[in-house]
């Protein structure tokens, strides 16, 4: 199974730091943020690796180049401007192959083990998520995990119901993608229309995992590998 890590984002919220660096090269531990996913990926058998880049592009295949000394490949798919995350997978496609792939954002940290979606080499649903408790900065979270491990919408009527966050960690059926043309598209719209469809099942992960989506999280996290 391929896999292919999202990151493209301009990391808006991380300026100034992403002015003149891209933010899965922002550093984390002494080494880019990228490199954890890179050898996570690798270590659970996933060596075939797609990357979609656009600001500051360039600097990610200098950085990580064919990815040999992790042991992986890897292949660029680049990006004038960023097509946001359905949009960048889309233009992605011919690189990916027409069998479930994993994608991860290249603006996570987590030690979850990739190795357990090779489970979902053969997915015959449209994707299968996997979903964390709802971090400080997003309490409402996205979707209901229901009892049979497939996502429900929330129901904006009860408000005594539990959701769960998309950590940003998914195994992709091409077919999710069908008919759509290259263009900026966010996942979670495909996401809602296939939930409606009960076509994504999902798994609950409660180990280690941060969104490096601002400065201060950034921080954060640096602190933990002190």
Known sequence: MKAMILAAGKGERMRPLTEKTPKPLLHVGGKPLIEYLIESLNKSGFTELVIN?????????????????????????????????????????????????????????????????????????????VMVTNPPQHPSGDYVLDSDNYLSLKDPDNANEEALTYCGIAVLHPKLFQGLAVEKIPLARLFKTAIKQKQISAEYYQGEWFDIGTVARLKKLNTCFQ
């Open 53 to 129: 880049h656009a600001w500051l592009g360039k600097q990610v295949e200098a950085v990580l180049g064919d990815g040999s000394r992790f042991g992986s490949s890897i292949v660029y798919s680049a990006e004038n401007e960023p097509l946001n995350t359905a949009g960048g997978i889309i233009k992605a496609l011919p690189l990916l192959g027409d069998k479930p792939f994993l994608i991860v954002n290249g603006d996570i940290w987590t030690d979850y083990s990739f190795s357990t979606l090779k489970a979902y080499s053969n997915l015959e649903e449209l994707a299968h998520l």
